[in-house]
């Protein structure tokens, strides 16, 4: 052990020290003096003269606040783990925060810059389609658009076939079909809000942890793809099931997740893991700072966020405010506490009055504008089950004619119904462009006469009467009974469709029943037992054409213990072979079982002038403009 050795200073040595010390202390008490700020005392005494007035000081600079967006939410997530088995709500407004895109749509329909260098096409080479073998015994996609095993009697679209008028019945022997290869470039200044390279292989390692999660949400894509992987650091691929061609790419890359955290957590833990669940990393405009429970989320401007100085987040910071009571928060809104309310408020079931008030002091902001409630036409109830007879007590075959259902469409003329109701419903000066449903030329009057639905006594008040109609008794009249939910919404579009059917000669009685009883469970319940003849319907948007609802093994019955989606018991196999075909889905045409009426809008809301456009998308939250 070395020690230290103190040694005796000599007077000399021992006069220097001293001398330096007290310069030192001199130095040090002249420097404390400099900087201490001088406290300003009062010079002035009563009867005393004011003395000359002195130069002001110096002016110091100030530093600039922080520019922050207050964005209040109607519940708190339970966590921010993508595959926690939750989804919507405000979970997906803070995702917005975290993360952008891709796949994310500028009011004017482009699609906006994100984490891809370039989408995918077959313009550009992203998309293609690889002829490919099959075998007995493979997964395929059929001609109707159906998941099934690959063996004789499928009808299947051999390789180089894009339509089902193409398709053949397969029997034996060889056969080739088309295997979609999709390639997703990321760019290659994309990082996470760490700092580190957002990679494919991050993208793959999500692909991986939703396999292992097995949500029913993702089974449909995950049942379509035989492959995901990185090719490159940059470049994921998608390899589909033969047969399948997407009609939208989004739901085939798997947003990433970031290896470099979570990749040492088992797959099964994850969400529980700490870190992925209440401190996940992202790659959008803000990060996460810190999350303070029951209260707020506190976000910053992501350092590392990509993309032009123009797209860059307008606010420095932002905060996520968890205020569940709705008109507290529209207190808050008023009074500048919140900048914006997101969806999770449903500020949309507000009545006329108060949506009004509100956009006189707000911006209103209106979405989901796909037509989602749909009329659906009961063209075989469960009754037909063990066949149809005339004589009997079944309901007269209104409906398997489609000229039938299509002259009831063009009498209701779906787009001026939608926007009837609609401004019946929004505040004045709401822009109804988006809304978008198919137009009917049709003559009803001469399709009905057509079929046999006569007009006897030239009254139109009076409801037509069968002449000739197939499977009808002469004379039946032409009366329906329309089902709806007690919905404003709802009332408001069967007061229109009683109205307008009527005008046609068509008589409509109609009945509106709770929530629980006209969703009820088959055989009992009025749509999944088949029990009407017109009801208003609302789906959830999905990830295919609406027109797959309406496949003949949906058709809820005994064989499937009432469930499926097929309301209306249609079956055709020509109707889903077309279905097959559509490359988009936004709206059913007048030989479907169903029309499109009415969107299912949500609404946000924000202060004056923040969003810097009335179509702003929400998702694009960076965007808001701070000035």
Same mark, same amino acid.
């Given at each position: 052990m070395?020690?230290?050795i103190l040694k005796?200073?000599? +007077?000399r040595?021992?006069?220097?020290?001293?001398e330096?010390a007290?310069?030192a202390?001199?130095?040090?008490?002249l420097?404390?003096?400099?900087a201490?700020?001088?406290?300003?005392?009062?010079?002035?005494?009563?009867?005393?003269?004011?003395?000359?007035?002195?130069?002001?000081p110096? &002016? %110091?600079?100030?530093?600039?606040?922080?520019k922050?967006? %207050?964005?209040c939410?109607?519940e708190?997530?339970?966590?921010?783990?993508?595959?926690?088995?939750?989804?919507g709500?405000?979970?997906?407004t803070?995702?917005?925060?975290?993360?952008d !895109?891709?796949? $994310?749509? #500028?009011?004017?329909?482009?699609?906006?810059?994100?984490i891809l260098s370039?989408?995918p096409?077959r313009e550009?080479?992203?998309?293609?389609?690889?002829?490919t073998?099959?075998?007995?015994g493979?997964?395929?996609v059929d001609?109707? *658009?159906?998941l099934?095993?690959f +063996?004789a009697?499928?009808?299947?679209?051999?390789?180089?076939?894009? #339509?089902?008028?193409?398709?053949v019945?397969?029997?034996?022997g060889?056969?080739?079909m088309?295997?979609?290869?999709?390639?997703?470039?990321?760019?290659?200044?994309g990082?996470w809000?760490?700092g580190e390279?957002?990679?494919?292989e991050?993208?793959?390692f999500?692909y991986?942890?939703?396999?292992?999660?097995a949500?029913?949400?993702?089974?449909?894509?995950?049942?379509?793809?035989?492959?995901?992987t990185? $090719?490159?650091k940059?470049s994921?691929v998608?390899?589909?099931?033969p047969?399948?061609?997407?009609?939208?790419?989004?739901?085939?890359f798997?947003? &990433?997740?970031?290896g470099h955290?979570?990749?040492?957590v088992?797959p099964?833990?994850?969400a529980?893991?700490?870190?992925?669940?209440?401190?996940p990393? !992202?790659?959008g405009?803000?990060?996460l700072?810190?999350?303070e429970?029951g209260?707020?989320?506190?976000? $910053? =401007?992501?350092?590392h966020?990509f @993309?032009?100085?123009e797209?860059q987040?307008?606010?420095?910071?932002l905060?996520?405010l968890?205020?569940?009571e709705?008109?507290e928060?529209l207190?808050?809104l008023?009074?500048?506490?919140?900048?914006?309310?997101?969806?999770?408020?449903?500020?949309e079931?507000?009545? +006329?009055?108060q949506?009004?008030?509100?956009?006189?002091?707000?911006?209103?902001?209106?979405?989901?504008w $796909?037509?989602?409630?749909?009329?659906v036409f009961?063209?075989?109830?469960?009754s037909?089950?063990d066949g149809?007879?005339?004589?009997?007590?079944?309901?007269?075959?209104?409906f398997?004619?489609?000229?039938?259902?299509?002259?009831?469409?063009a009498?209701?003329?779906?787009q001026k119904l939608?926007?009837?109701?609609?401004?019946?419903?929004?505040?004045e000066g709401?822009?109804?462009?988006?809304?978008?449903?198919?137009?009917?030329?049709?003559? &009803?009057a001469?399709l009905?006469?057509e079929v046999?639905?006569?007009?006897?006594?030239a009254?139109p008040s009076?409801?037509?009467?069968?002449?000739?109609v197939? !499977?009808?008794?002469?004379?039946?009249p032409?009366?329906?009974?329309?089902t709806?939910?007690?919905?404003?919404?709802h009332? /408001?579009?069967?007061a229109?469709?009683?109205?307008k059917?009527?005008?046609?000669?068509?008589?409509?009685?109609w009945?509106a029943?709770p929530l629980?009883?006209?969703?009820q469970?088959?055989?009992? *319940?009025?749509?999944? @037992?088949?029990?009407f003849d017109?009801?208003?319907?609302?789906?959830?948007?999905?990830?295919e054409?609406?027109?797959v609802?309406?496949r003949g /093994?949906?058709v809820?019955?005994?064989?499937?213990?009432?469930?499926?989606t097929n309301?209306?018991?249609?079956?055709?196999?020509?109707?889903?072979?077309?279905?097959?075909d559509?490359?988009?889905g936004?709206?059913?045409?007048?030989?479907?079982?169903a029309?499109?009426?009415?969107?299912?809008?949500?609404?946000w809301?924000? =202060?004056p002038?923040l969003?810097g456009?009335?179509?702003l998308?929400?998702?694009?939250l960076e =965007?808001?403009?701070?000035?």
């Amino acid at each position: 052990m070395r020690r230290l050795i103190l040694k005796p200073l000599t +007077k000399r040595a021992a006069a220097g020290f001293v001398e330096k010390a007290l310069l030192a202390l001199l130095m040090l008490s002249l420097a404390a003096g400099c900087a201490q700020t001088p406290t300003v005392q009062p010079t002035e005494k009563p009867g005393a003269e004011t003395p000359a007035t002195q130069a002001p000081p110096t &002016p %110091t600079a100030t530093a600039v606040p922080p520019k922050m967006l %207050t964005v209040c939410l109607a519940e708190e997530p339970a966590s921010l783990y993508r595959y926690d088995g939750h989804a919507g709500g405000a979970k997906d407004t803070i995702f917005a925060a975290l993360y952008d !895109g891709p796949f $994310e749509l #500028s009011a004017d329909g482009t699609f906006a810059e994100s984490i891809l260098s370039a989408y995918p096409s077959r313009e550009n080479g992203g998309v293609s389609s690889i002829p490919t073998a099959v075998q007995p015994g493979d997964m395929v996609v059929d001609a109707y *658009g159906e998941l099934r095993v690959f +063996k004789a009697g499928i009808f299947v679209r051999p390789a180089g076939c894009t #339509s089902s008028e193409c398709a053949v019945k397969w029997e034996s022997g060889e056969f080739q079909m088309d295997q979609t290869r999709v390639e997703f470039q990321l760019r290659t200044d994309g990082l996470w809000s760490d700092g580190e390279l957002l990679t494919a292989e991050d993208a793959v390692f999500s692909y991986a942890t939703a396999k292992q999660a097995a949500l029913p949400a993702g089974a449909w894509a995950l049942d379509r793809t035989i492959s995901f992987t990185a $090719e490159d650091k940059q470049s994921a691929v998608w390899l589909g099931v033969p047969g399948y061609s997407p009609r939208e790419l989004a739901p085939f890359f798997w947003l &990433p997740l970031p290896g470099h955290q979570l990749s040492g957590v088992d797959p099964a833990a994850l969400a529980e893991d700490l870190q992925a669940a209440r401190a996940p990393l !992202g790659w959008g405009a803000y990060r996460l700072v810190s999350w303070e429970s029951g209260q707020s989320l506190e976000l $910053e =401007r992501n350092p590392h966020y990509f @993309g032009a100085p123009e797209n860059q987040a307008a606010f420095d910071q932002l905060r996520f405010l968890f205020i569940p009571e709705r008109e507290e928060a529209l207190a808050k809104l008023a009074d500048g506490s919140c900048d914006v309310l997101d969806k999770s408020y449903h500020l949309e079931a507000l009545p +006329k009055e108060q949506l009004s008030a509100l956009a006189a002091s707000a911006d209103l902001h209106w979405e989901d504008w $796909e037509p989602v409630e749909q009329l659906v036409f009961g063209i075989q109830p469960a009754s037909y089950d063990d066949g149809y007879a005339y004589w009997t007590d079944d309901r007269p075959d209104f409906f398997s004619d489609e000229r039938t259902r299509t002259a009831l469409l063009a009498c209701l003329d779906p787009q001026k119904l939608a926007e009837q109701v609609l401004t019946d419903w929004l505040p004045e000066g709401s822009d109804l462009t988006r809304l978008q449903l198919p137009s009917l030329s049709a003559d &009803p009057a001469a399709l009905l006469d057509e079929v046999g639905w006569k007009d006897l006594d030239a009254d139109p008040s009076t409801p037509r009467s069968a002449q000739g109609v197939p !499977g009808v008794s002469e004379g039946t009249p032409l009366s329906l009974r329309l089902t709806t939910s007690q919905r404003w919404l709802h009332q /408001k579009a069967a007061a229109l469709i009683v109205e307008k059917l009527g005008a046609c000669g068509v008589r409509v009685d109609w009945q509106a029943l709770p929530l629980a009883q006209l969703y009820q469970p088959g055989p009992e *319940g009025v749509l999944f @037992g088949r029990k009407f003849d017109l009801a208003l319907v609302s789906w959830q948007q999905v990830n295919e054409p609406l027109c797959v609802l309406y496949r003949g /093994k949906a058709v809820p019955s005994e064989a499937n213990f009432w469930v499926g989606t097929n309301l209306a018991g249609f079956s055709d196999p020509a109707f889903e072979a077309a279905c097959a075909d559509i490359e988009q889905g936004d709206g059913l045409a007048p030989a479907y079982p169903a029309a499109a009426l009415l969107p299912h809008l949500s609404l946000w809301a924000s =202060r004056p002038g923040l969003a810097g456009q009335q179509n702003l998308p929400w998702n694009q939250l960076e =965007r808001l403009n701070a000035d």
